[in-house]
């Protein structure tokens, strides 16, 4: 049987999502098995998830997912790059097949490209160009077309996930197939096209005020419809007050922070009124925005560098259908996918702990700690 992967974020599930469920179900036939690996309530653009993760792992079921795991949060802040192979280490446990969509379906293409990241010529045409100024995804864009790779196959985020899959995969001589598919649509785009909105689309009418259930799947209406919203606006005074009162020795630690950056930060911190004011004062041509905004979360958050490198040691269960529990029995590394509800008592439980408290501070309206977030799983059976 076919069990497909796919990491994702659902923020929110949307018209698009359902599609790429769809498809595979036809493709594969009904009795293959579609795990989500989905990032919980912090993404990788280092902003809290609009709804909580309980609701998104809910609706992917849903609308046809059989199982939902959550991708932990050291990895869901991490770089493409190890997000990507957090991700294909958790999957490769499960699934014969990862689906991706890209603005290409050439699986050959992304094979080449992630071979030549991998080669041991690579870091130091690599290193050139980060020698002369460009930032590390320019950088590593240039360097890929002196190496014979077409540029525009690593331009934009889901072809450069796509690639960092697929590198993930060869350098861990994981199982899994690649299988891309073409992604319509546009990433980015602002205006919500009716059949394949952009997430980024239906959080700002979300956040509008305007209609935006029409662009998400009907099964998902009354999961979503009056969920409680949550944004980095809302909780930016509580960021404040964290990144104001942070030791020098705390800024060192952050992640993302190497060649001084940490220290440039910190006096941003301490001298800027705002996270724009702080993220303006500190952005470079060097660095991209996004990792400023994951390493605020990761402050914010109390993650560290030493703890973003670590193996995450287990994936939660967030939901599942029928189908999702018998996949769950076929599971060989049970310590990996821990009982429902079951408490670990290590290190990384009290991150997640943490990271579950704090989330209620990003709520438009006032919400409770929930340090029990990590015990939620909804079972959902499947209609179709």
Not at 23 to 48: E, Y
Request: charged share 25%.
């Amino acid at each position: 049987m076919h069990t497909i992967g796919i990491i994702c974020e659902y923020n929110p599930l949307h018209l698009g999502h359902r599609k790429q469920l769809a498809m595979l179900r036809r493709q594969f036939g009904p009795d293959c098995g579609i795990v989500c690996l989905m990032s919980g309530n912090f993404v990788q653009r280092g902003h809290p998830a609009i709804f909580d993760k309980a609701l998104r792992a809910r609706a992917a079921v849903q609308c046809g997912a059989d199982l939902v795991l959550e991708l932990p949060v050291t990895y869901a802040l991490s770089s493409a790059e190890n997000f990507a192979a957090g991700g294909v280490a958790i999957l490769g446990k499960l699934c014969t097949d990862l689906c991706f969509g890209a603005e290409t379906a050439d699986r050959d293409a992304f094979l080449r490209a992630a071979e030549t990241l991998l080669s041991g010529a690579f870091p130091a045409v690599l290193r050139k160009y980060l020698d002369s100024g460009s930032s590390f995804p320019a950088a590593r864009q240039l360097a890929l077309e002196e190496m014979g790779v077409d540029s525009k196959l690593v331009a934009s985020p889901n072809n450069i996930l796509a690639t960092e899959y697929c590198k993930a995969i060869l350098s861990q001589d994981s199982p899994m197939n690649p299988l891309p598919i073409l992604r319509e649509g546009c990433y980015h785009d602002t205006e919500a096209d009716p059949e394949n909105p952009s997430a980024t689309s239906v959080r700002q009418r979300i956040l509008a005020g305007e209609n935006w259930l029409s662009f998400v799947p009907e099964e998902a209406h009354g999961i979503f419809d009056g969920a409680r919203i949550h944004t980095l606006a809302a909780g930016e005074k509580a960021v404040l007050a964290k990144l104001r009162t942070m030791e020098d020795w705390e800024f060192e630690a952050l992640p993302y922070g190497s060649e001084g950056l940490w220290r440039k930060f910190m006096h941003a911190c301490r001298s800027q009124s705002d996270l724009e004011e702080i993220l303006t004062a500190t952005k470079s041509k060097r660095y991209t925005r996004t990792r400023l905004d994951r390493m605020t979360m990761c402050a914010f958050l109390g993650i560290t560098a030493q703890e973003i490198a670590l193996p995450a040691p287990y994936a939660r269960v967030l939901a599942f259908s029928d189908r999702g529990r018998q996949i769950l029995k076929g599971v060989r590394d049970t310590k990996f996918f821990p009982n429902i509800g079951e408490r670990l008592s290590s290190p990384y439980e009290a991150l997640e702990n943490r990271c579950g408290s704090l989330y209620g501070l990003f709520a438009e309206l006032p919400e409770k700690p929930n340090r029990e977030a990590n015990t939620r799983v909804y079972y959902e059976r499947q209609t179709n």
